[in-house]
Antibody
Framework: EVQLVESGGGLVQPGGSLRLSCTASGFTFSSNWMNWVRQAPGKGLEWVAKIKPDGSEKYYVDSVKGRFTISRDNAKNSLYLEMNSLRAEDTALYHC???????WGQGALVTVSS | DIVMTQTPLSLSVTPGQPASISCKSSQSLLQSDGKTYLYWYLQKPGQPPQVLIYEVSNRLSGVPDRFSGSGSGTDFTLKISRVEAEDVGVYYCMQSTQIPNTFGQGTRLEIK
């Protein structure tokens, strides 16, 4: 059974930092592109970032470039999202996802507020 | 960025009746490899999205055959031949032909 389990969400002040983690199981993590997708409360879906299987290529939506960093550790079947200089508009449920196969985690809630 | 525009934004359908959702992209989704990376997702209340259709018209394993996808270039359609109560939720189209991946605004389907 495929599982993607996110952790690391929480309440952070504007300008603060947070690191999300996602642990994958049930498929060959090291062979697949992985993504972070977020959903603000009551809003639609927004793709945030993606990373190549070997970690050599990374892509971001413009609104997070220079602030967020996606990374992975294939030995640990884990995906990460380092988020710095957080803003109120980054408040959302962040999902780890293998989009091509339709695998999504339940998400980690990030709330940016003073 | 490719803009994905869905219509309608909401649907109210009697069980057993058909439903159709349109998704138009601001640029062709045909990639140089010959594939068109257009997906349809359903997000049921309180759940992460689940993929229904990949690459325009391919149903993921386990998806009922009442769901079908069609289209090409910039115009795509998701059809439900006979809506059931379990189909309620928000439907999204998504393209991954070009980075950044982009989603449509979502179409909320409710049962009459």
């Amino acid at each position: 059974e495929v599982q993607l389990v996110e952790s690391g969400g929480g309440l952070v002040q504007p300008g603060g930092s947070l690191r999300l983690s996602c642990t994958a199981s049930g498929f060959t993590f090291s062979s697949n592109w992985m993504n972070w997708v977020r959903q603000a409360p009551g809003k639609g879906l927004e793709w945030v970032a993606k990373i190549k299987p070997d970690g050599s290529e990374k892509y971001y939506v413009d609104s997070v470039k220079g602030r967020f960093t996606i990374s992975r550790d294939n030995a640990k079947n884990s995906l990460y999202l380092e988020m710095n200089s957080l803003r109120a508009e980054d408040t959302a449920l962040y999902h780890c996802a293998r989009l091509s196969a339709g695998y999504w985690g339940q998400g980690a809630l990030v709330t940016v507020s003073s | 960025d490719i803009v994905m525009t869905q219509t309608p934004l909401s649907l109210s359908v009697t069980p057993g009746q058909p439903a159709s959702i349109s998704c138009k992209s601001s640029q062709s989704l045909l990639q140089s490899d010959g594939k068109t990376y257009l997906y349809w997702y359903l997000q049921k209340p309180g759940q992460p999205p689940q993929v229904l259709i990949y690459e325009v018209s391919n149903r993921l394993s386990g998806v009922p055959d009442r769901f079908s996808g069609s289209g090409s270039g910039t115009d795509f359609t998701l059809k439900i031949s006979r809506v059931e109560a379990e189909d309620v939720g928000v439907y999204y189209c998504m393209q991954s032909t070009q980075i950044p991946n982009t989603f449509g605004q979502g179409t909320r389907l409710e049962i009459k």
